[in-house]
């Protein structure tokens, strides 16, 4: 009984994916508004084109949002969420790829963690957050090679 009592309070998935999702848009209107989505000058061999990045982001929020419905400690994976909204913003408001590298490890090592504390709570909810462990990993690799290639300056 109790049980059905907390499912009738949880808002459907597609509400929780549709508002993560959401979200993230108006913080990337926000970004390109802010005008702090300067192009790179030269990009390694393996990055992504166009527009797979926002697209891969895309994805990911959606995953964090249901990770959220299915988690039962939101509140962590709320804080992933915040963290990954921010995610632009340091990565391109500081100009430096020693702040990216910084935030990466640090967004890394959060999703990581919670990953593995989910596994307990849902086998779904953990493996979505997984993948934006994954996905900062190769965020990180194109920033130290970004590093190789421009400097320790954006």
Do not use: D, K
Not at 10 to 29: D, F, H, K, Q, Y
């Amino acid at each position: 009984m109790a049980t059905s009592r907390v499912n009738a309070r949880r808002p459907p998935l597609i509400g929780a994916i549709a508002l993560s999702v959401g979200i993230a848009a108006v913080t990337n209107g926000a970004l390109a508004w802010l005008g702090l989505n300067a192009p790179v000058e030269h990009w390694p061999g393996f990055a992504p084109r166009g527009p797979v990045i926002g697209i891969v982001w895309i994805v990911l929020f959606a995953g964090m949002g249901a990770a959220y419905w299915h988690a039962h400690s939101r509140p962590a994976v709320a804080g992933l969420i915040a963290l990954c909204l921010a995610y632009p913003f340091y990565t391109h408001a500081f100009h430096n790829h020693l702040a990216e590298l910084i935030g990466n490890l640090v967004t890394f090592a959060y999703a990581a963690w919670l990953a593995a504390r989910l596994r307990t709570e849902s086998a779904t909810a953990a493996w979505l957050v997984g993948t934006v462990a994954a996905w900062i990993a190769v965020a990180t690799a194109l920033v130290i090679a970004l590093v190789q290639l421009n400097g320790w300056a954006a």
